[in-house]
């Protein structure tokens, strides 16, 4: 059984995609590419697709994960570009590889967020991430189906910065550009989350609600304040594998033979 993991996109109008539907997206794409998945056992067999730490609805990804198993090997790259054709625009494969080592959901402990503020002062957006890097605990409130849940944003969040979209922007057309790097932890600390955190701490409040995308997800590095390739083990794994049998024996076959 081969197993390939993939990194695919949410972008434009499909960020307003829920987990489900692209789940039920993904498994036609899978069944128009003639991909020759594994199926789990029982009365209601379904394909063997592992998705990791999806990205909340409404908010735009350039990295989303999953793994799927399948019954034939089949080139990581080629089969990309099927299920990238059979996939709606904005939902987009962009990465393949086999994976060859163990535990991806295990490297997904990190993000990176960009949040686009329209309407909101780049020097304004500054101050607020400022007094909210300052403060020792940034509590919030979130509804979940047990009631309300006060939970501490701060700890969790590595770095937060603000910059401007473009110097030469009207001031009436101001837009400030909040970059966030957060780690997983329990309970998860959303953008959403955070921006709550600034409007507790600094009375930020955007007019319009924040264009939310992820850029990055994985392991972070303490030492370079990074969040590195999930997929980079496997691709060097792959590297540093000997030849497959079959290419081997191209490799030893006399010249000219069939």
Same mark, same amino acid.
């Given at each position: 059984m081969q197993?390939?993991? #993939?990194?695919y996109?949410?972008r434009? *109008?499909l960020r307003?995609? %829920?987990?489900?539907d692209?789940q039920r997206?993904?498994?036609r ?5 003639e ?5 789990s056992a029982g009365? !209601?067999?379904?394909?063997?697709? &592992?998705y990791?730490?999806a990205?909340p609805t409404? !908010? =735009? &990804?350039e990295a989303e994960?999953?793994?799927i198993?399948?019954?034939? &090997?089949r080139?990581p790259? +080629? #089969?990309?570009?099927l299920?990238?054709? &059979?996939l709606?625009? =904005?939902l987009d494969? $962009? ?5 060859r080592? %163990? =535990?991806l959901?295990d490297r997904?402990?990190? %993000?990176?967020w960009?949040l686009?503020l329209?309407?909101v002062d780049?020097?304004?957006?500054a101050r607020?991430? /400022?007094a909210?890097? /300052?403060a020792?605990t940034?509590e919030v +409130?979130? *509804?979940?189906?047990?009631g309300?849940? !006060?939970f501490d944003t701060r ?10 979209v473009a110097?030469?922007?009207?001031a009436?057309n101001a837009c400030?550009?909040l970059?966030l790097?957060?780690?997983?932890v $329990?309970?998860a600390?959303?953008p959403?989350?955070?921006l709550?955190? #600034?409007r507790?701490?600094?009375d930020?409040?955007?007019p319009?609600?924040?264009a939310?995308?992820?850029?990055a +997800?994985?392991?972070f590095?303490e030492? %370079?304040g990074t969040? !590195? ?12 594998a000997?030849? $497959?049998?079959a290419?081997a024996a191209?490799?030893? /076959? ?5």
């Amino acid at each position: 059984m081969q197993r390939i993991r #993939l990194r695919y996109t949410k972008r434009g *109008r499909l960020r307003f995609t %829920s987990h489900r539907d692209f789940q039920r997206a993904f498994e036609r794409a899978l069944r128009r590419a003639e991909v020759p998945m594994a199926y789990s056992a029982g009365f !209601t067999p379904h394909p063997k697709v &592992s998705y990791a730490n999806a990205a909340p609805t409404g !908010t =735009g &990804s350039e990295a989303e994960y999953l793994e799927i198993a399948l019954t034939a &090997s089949r080139d990581p790259e +080629q #089969l990309r570009e099927l299920l990238d054709e &059979s996939l709606p625009a =904005g939902l987009d494969i $962009t990465d393949a590889v086999e994976a060859r080592t %163990s =535990g991806l959901a295990d490297r997904l402990t990190a %993000s990176v967020w960009e949040l686009r503020l329209d309407g909101v002062d780049p020097a304004e957006a500054a101050r607020a991430a /400022a007094a909210y890097l /300052a403060a020792e605990t940034v509590e919030v +409130q979130r *509804r979940t189906k047990n009631g309300i849940r !006060t939970f501490d944003t701060r700890a969790a969040v590595v770095s937060l910065e603000a910059s401007d979209v473009a110097a030469d922007r009207p001031a009436d057309n101001a837009c400030a550009i909040l970059r966030l790097v957060v780690r997983h932890v $329990t309970p998860a600390v959303r953008p959403d989350d955070v921006l709550s955190g #600034l409007r507790a701490v600094a009375d930020l409040a955007p007019p319009v609600p924040a264009a939310v995308t992820r850029l990055a +997800q994985g392991l972070f590095d303490e030492e %370079s304040g990074t969040v !590195t390739d999930p997929l980079a083990p496997d691709r060097e794994a792959v590297t540093a594998a000997p030849p $497959t049998a079959a290419v081997a024996a191209d490799a030893k /076959a006399p010249e000219g033979s069939a």
